[in-house]
């Protein structure tokens, strides 16, 4: 069974804080990573994808791969209450997702 | 224009009835997806169709039947609906071979079963 597991939060920060979001899978043919936001009541929105090993950012985003690891995290840096929203990481190559994780950044 | 459209949006009905939700995507992708969002938020992949051909079928009752009549579209009907079946169901799309298969996804269907 192919698995995709997050790290269970929820999560909370304050507002400015670095906010720390892991994802390792079970599926070592897998080739490409997303990270996706929710916010309540809505669909998801990929935030980025990344599929080499080692970090890419956009903006306050940054996006870490270790495939040795099997391990995938996402970095917000200055954290903003807009960010407060549930994170998905979802794993190609059948686009399974985690069970996500609930993050709050507080005023 | 709406990328990814689902009808119905809300969707009230006793146990036992028959229900369909449909998905039309004008964005030209190939591949088609069916997720369940349960209570918990756990986003479950349920079935993928690529040109109109199923290549994801995961372990869902056979209650539930997509129907892909061509690209653009990916249905799904259920069969004697159950309470557990409560949910929002996500139609998504994405390219494949376009080097990431990024998912658009639908705004959700939220079936509620009495």
């Known amino acids: 069974q192919k698995e995709v597991e997050q790290n269970s939060g929820p999560l909370s920060v304050p507002e400015g804080a670095i906010a720390s979001l892991n994802c390792t899978y079970s599926?070592?043919?897998?080739?490409?990573f997303f990270w996706y936001r929710q916010y309540s009541g809505k669909s998801p929105e990929l935030i980025m994808f990344?599929?080499?090993?080692g970090d890419k950012e956009d903006g306050r985003f940054t996006a870490q791969l270790n495939k040795a690891s099997q391990y995938v995290s996402l970095l917000i840096r200055d954290s903003q209450p807009s960010d407060s929203a549930t994170y998905l990481c979802a794993v190609h190559n059948d686009m399974r997702f985690g069970a996500g994780t609930r993050l709050t950044v507080k005023p | 224009d709406t990328a990814v459209s689902q009808t119905p949006k809300y969707l009230v009905t006793q146990m036992g009835n028959d229900k369909s939700i449909k998905c039309e995507q004008n964005l030209g992708h190939d591949t088609m997806y069916w997720y369940k969002q349960d209570s918990k938020k756990f986003l479950k992949i349920m079935f993928s169709?690529?040109?109109?051909?199923?290549?994801i079928n995961e372990t869902v009752p056979n209650r539930f039947s997509p129907k892909s009549p061509d690209k653009a579209h990916l249905n799904l009907h259920i069969n004697s609906l159950e309470l557990g079946d409560s949910a929002v169901y996500f139609c998504?799309?994405?390219?494949?071979?376009?080097?990431?298969?990024?998912?658009?996804f639908g705004a959700g269907s939220r079936l509620t079963v009495l």
């Open positions: 990344i599929y080499s090993n």
């Open positions: 169709y690529n040109n109109k051909e199923l290549i």
């Open positions: 998504a799309s994405s390219q494949e071979g376009s080097g990431a298969n990024v998912l658009t």
């Open positions: 599926d070592r043919g897998s080739q490409s």
